[in-house]
């Protein structure tokens, strides 16, 4: 056995609304991992609709690593949304001409860089994740939350602004798994292991082959 099909949109049978996210995304700037899904209350093509304020001249990427699970409505917000905050005022004038054109000239709107999600990363339902934010391998996003800063991995955020709940692990745990990344083995060996991956029992994955 080598586990499901990578490359197939729906990997359950029947089932439309869980999808193998990176096979139905159509922006280049959205770039995500192996068997990464996606689950919504409605229509799977919401995915895309829920990353906000995307444009592309603005060049910023959308990233998430593989064997991550998202939860329906969850958002992203991209820096296409960002206006000016050191300034006397954050209306966008040039945007609309008619003399106003050139109010941004030698000026730039604030830009935080790509949104990258580590891997094996769950992101509960309706959480909204803020421009330029990292999460790291691991962590776990509750529902609802706001994510406005990055989060380290193995941790548990929640709430608005979301803020730590816990560790998953101790720090020796998270050290090591981290060090183990079993999110980049083939899937063969993935395959062997996944009663591994489902409890914690460190040294089988350390000592697997």
């Given at each position: 056995m080598q586990g499901p099909d990578k490359d197939i949109k729906f990997p359950l049978e029947n089932i439309d609304r869980l999808c193998f996210l990176k096979n139905i995304i159509k922006n280049p700037n959205i770039i995500v991992g192996?068997?990464?899904?996606?689950d919504d209350f409605e229509n799977?093509?919401?995915?895309?609709?829920?990353?906000?304020?995307?444009?592309?001249?603005?060049?910023?990427k959308l990233i998430?690593?593989?064997?991550?699970?998202?939860?329906?409505d969850v958002k992203f917000i991209m820096n296409g949304g960002n206006h000016l905050t050191k300034a006397i005022s954050t209306y966008p004038f040039s945007i609309f001409g008619h003399g106003w054109e050139h109010a941004m000239d030698g000026k730039e709107h604030p830009y935080k860089g790509?949104?990258?999600?580590?891997?094996?990363?769950?992101?509960?339902?309706?959480a909204i994740i803020m421009p330029g934010i990292t999460i790291g391998d691991g962590a776990i996003i509750a529902s609802n939350s706001t994510v406005v800063k990055d989060v380290e991995p193995y941790t548990i955020v929640g709430g608005n602004?979301?803020?730590?709940?816990?560790?998953?692990?101790?720090?020796?745990?998270?050290e090591r798994l981290?060090?183990?990344?079993?999110?980049d083995w083939n899937i063969e060996k993935i395959t062997r292991n996944v009663q591994h991956l489902t409890d914690m029992n460190l040294e089988k994955l350390e000592q697997s082959e």
């Open positions: 192996d068997y990464t899904y996606y799977v093509e919401n995915f895309e609709k829920n990353v906000k304020y995307h444009f592309d001249f603005v060049g910023d998430i690593g593989k064997f991550c699970a998202i939860a329906s790509d949104t990258k999600i580590g891997n094996d990363v769950w992101i509960g339902y309706n602004p979301a803020k730590e709940i816990k560790k998953r692990f101790s720090k020796n745990v998270i981290l060090k183990i990344k079993w999110w």
